[in-house]
Each structure stands twice: as structure tokens, then as C-alpha cells.
């Protein structure tokens, strides 16, 4: 399931403000390519235990109308074609000014939702003054201080009502065939990867149209292994201009991801892994995706003995952390190296996402594990846990019941996952832990 919300508004009106504020502390992906732009960032959040995308489509910096023109139509462009809500931020401090009446005229031709959002509204008597805000004729407007985080709730509650049912948090139907997105910054080897894959026999099934506007999946069967490949590449070219491009690959990525059951992120023996790869690889794992490392170009390493790829993946490791038990398989899509294992590899992520482990066998292994080694008394009190359940859901979790779950502190949460690594197979897949109250 993908939906993405984007903020678009004039200069200084408080967007990245706001950003901020639904990301917290979590990493988003910058675009900072910029030329005229200010950086364009791109996060995913959660509201009400909802999770969505977030386009933060930047700001421009001060020159000449002209360019204030071209880049409000390019903002607005992204955000619709690309997102399913958007924010249109105003800034109550300041009033209407022209840039927003030229963006308002471009928003309310667009047949996606748009919400009005009235920010910088720290005080009442802002309030007063903001009410000049109902004259440009959004239906939805929503006063707010990103800032103090006033009325941010109410905006988060509409947005999040547009979303469609979630079919998010069901189980993976017994027959499904897993879906697969590639992964990884340009360059990276992607499309020779996928050439190497198919070019090996015509193994195209069908064409399948994605869930949503942007995606394809395509079925195949390699070596009689079924799979989709969920791939967002060459559906439209949407601007000429370089940096617009990346910024909608990213974006394309990231949707694609939604889809995807496993992710195969690749990344560039030779250059290493990235600031950008990480941020990639903790966004799949955030969303409950498989994940699967691909380290290309791996000819181009030297003396590669197997201390190379050892060493290798022991650094690699390290700053994948805190959640690291991925596999990891060293190819080259140039040689065709080790590809059909990364395949293969996959295909064995995809079947631990969907382990259940029972319920009899989970307590008697947890309950073990627990009494072995005890979470820390907490003011006084000796915390229990009596009863472990997995919870039908795609990303594997599972509800721990103890006499105090709010004081299971993260030390003792990272034992307990641990231990699940350890008795069960989930290489490859995130896992959730839920404490409650019994
Ligand atoms: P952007 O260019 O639209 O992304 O705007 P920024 O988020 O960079 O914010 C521009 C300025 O407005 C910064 O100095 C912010 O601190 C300030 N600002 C943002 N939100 C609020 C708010 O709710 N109240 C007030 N008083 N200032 C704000
Ligand atoms: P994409 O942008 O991620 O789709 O990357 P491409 O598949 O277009 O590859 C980018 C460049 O890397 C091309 O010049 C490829 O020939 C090269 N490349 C891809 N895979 C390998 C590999 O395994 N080894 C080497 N040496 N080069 C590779």
C-alpha cells in the first residue's frame, strides 16, 4: 500500500517546519541536488497507526520572478503527479501574498484533495488575523503552528481519513507469489542486474498492472521459480531537467518499495555503501520489507578471497545496525555472478516473512529464553512475562503480555528479538514487538 502526501507552498511559509515535525528524529532522504532548489526531502511517517509518504517538495531560493514562476509550477507538478493528498502551506504571519494566489490557482485545478494549511498561527490573535484564509476557497483548511505543533493533529486526522482501507496489516494469501522490488542508487547496476536475469531465458509471464498509478509488475518464472518484479522504470519521462528526474526516481523508488514484499538493494562494491543506501535500507526496513543486500560490481574488487568478502561483510554489517540480520550476497551483474542466488536468496526472505510460528512452540521457546534471563526489577517491582502470541500480520509481530509492559526497557526488547532470531528463522526481515498489559 502506497500514499504519499506532499507539502508544497511558497518559500518560508514553514514546510520543512512541518516536515520535521511528522518525521521527528527519523532519517528522511534528501535530494540535495539542488540548483535552484532548496533540498527536497522525502520521509514516511505515521499518524493514528497509519503510515504514509511524505514530499517535502522544497523551497526556491530568491531570484527573479521568473524563476519563482517556473519553480512553483514544477513543485506543484511533482506533488501531482506523484501524490495522493497534498498540503497547500500558507503562512498567517505573513497573509496572502501573490506566489500563494498563482499556486492556489494551479491547486484548485487539480481533482486530487487539497488541504489548506494556515501555519504559523502561534497565538489568538493570529487566529483573528488568519481568517483571511477562508477567502481563497479550499474547502479543507486547518489552522496550525508547526512550530508549537498546534492543530497539526487536526490536519493529520484529515489527511489520514483520505487513506483507503488498509490492506496493510493482513496476511500474505498462501498463494501468492512474492513481490520484489530492486533497489539502489543510479548507476548502481540495476538495470544490467535485470538484464542478467532475464536475458538468461524469455521468461516474461504477463504484465501485470501495478496497485498503483506508477508501478509494473511483471511475473516471472526463472529457473521455475515464480516471482513479480515490481520496477517503476521508463513509464514516463517527466522533465528534461536533470535534478527534477532524480528527485521522481527516488519517489518512484520509494513506491515501488511499497509494493514489494522483499527489497533487493543493491549497492557498489567499489564505491562502498552510502549515506543514501542507509537511508534506503532502514526506510524498507521501517516498512516492514524484506530485505535482501546485493553488493555489485564485485569483479572489480581485488584479491577476493574469501577474507575479502568476510571482512567485507562484517563492516557492512556494522553499519546496517541496529537491525542487521540481512543476507548478504556478493555478485556482479556484468559476469553474471551469484545472481540467481541473490534470486534464491529473496524467495527464502519472502518465505520467513510469511513464518508463523506457533503459538505452543513460541511460549515454550520465549518463556525459556525469559527465565534464563530476567528483564531488570523495576522500582521495586519484578516484571514478568507470562505468554508470548504472534499476530497475523505481513511483518512478523508479536505481542509479549507481561504485568508491566511499560517498563520493558529497550536493552531487554533487544534480548527478547534476539532470542526470536535466534530460534526461529526471520533473516532478512524485520520484526515488530508489542508489550502489552496482562
Ligand atoms: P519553508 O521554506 O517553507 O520550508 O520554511 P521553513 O520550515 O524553513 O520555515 C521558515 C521560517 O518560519 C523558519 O524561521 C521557521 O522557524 C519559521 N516557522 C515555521 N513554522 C512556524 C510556526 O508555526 N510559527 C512561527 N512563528 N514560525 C514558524
Ligand atoms: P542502474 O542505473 O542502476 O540501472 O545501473 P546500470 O545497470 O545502468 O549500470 C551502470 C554502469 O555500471 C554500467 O556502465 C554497467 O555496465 C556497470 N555495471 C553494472 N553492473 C556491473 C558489474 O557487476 N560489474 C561492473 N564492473 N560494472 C557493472
Known sequence: MSFTVAIVGRPNVGKSTFFNRLLESRKAIVDDVSGVTRDRQYGITDWNGRTFNVIDTGGFVVGSDDVFETE???????????????????????????????????LRRTKRPVFLAVNKVDNSERQLAATEFYSMGFDSIFFLSSMTGSGTGELLDAVTEMMPVDAEETEIGENELPRFAIMGQPNVGKSSLLNALIGEERTIVSDIAGTTRDTIHTHYNLYQKEFILIDTAGIRKKSKEKDDLEFYSIIRAIKAMDEADVCLLLIDADKGITAQDINIYSLAARKGKGIVVLVNKWDLIEGKETNTARDYEKNLKQRLAPFNDVPIVFISAKD???IFKGIELAIEVFENKKRKVQTSVLNEVM????????????????????????????TPSFAFFSNFPDDIKQPYKNYLENQLRKNFDFKGVPVRLFFRKK
Do not use: N, S, W
Open 336 to 338: 553474471k555472478t551469484r
Open 367 to 394: 518463556l525459556k529464553a525469559v527465565q534464563a534471563y530476567r528483564a531488570p526489577v523495576v522500582r521495586g517491582h519484578a516484571i514478568t512475562i507470562k505468554y508470548v502470541t504472534q499476530l497475523p500480520t505481513q
Open 72 to 106: 512553483i509550477r514544477k513543485q506543484v507538478k511533482i506533488a501531482i503527479d506523484e501524490a495522493d493528498v497534498l498540503v497547500f502551506m500558507t503562512d498567517a504571519a505573513v497573509g496572502i501574498t501573490e506566489l500563494d494566489e498563482a499556486m492556489a490557482d494551479m
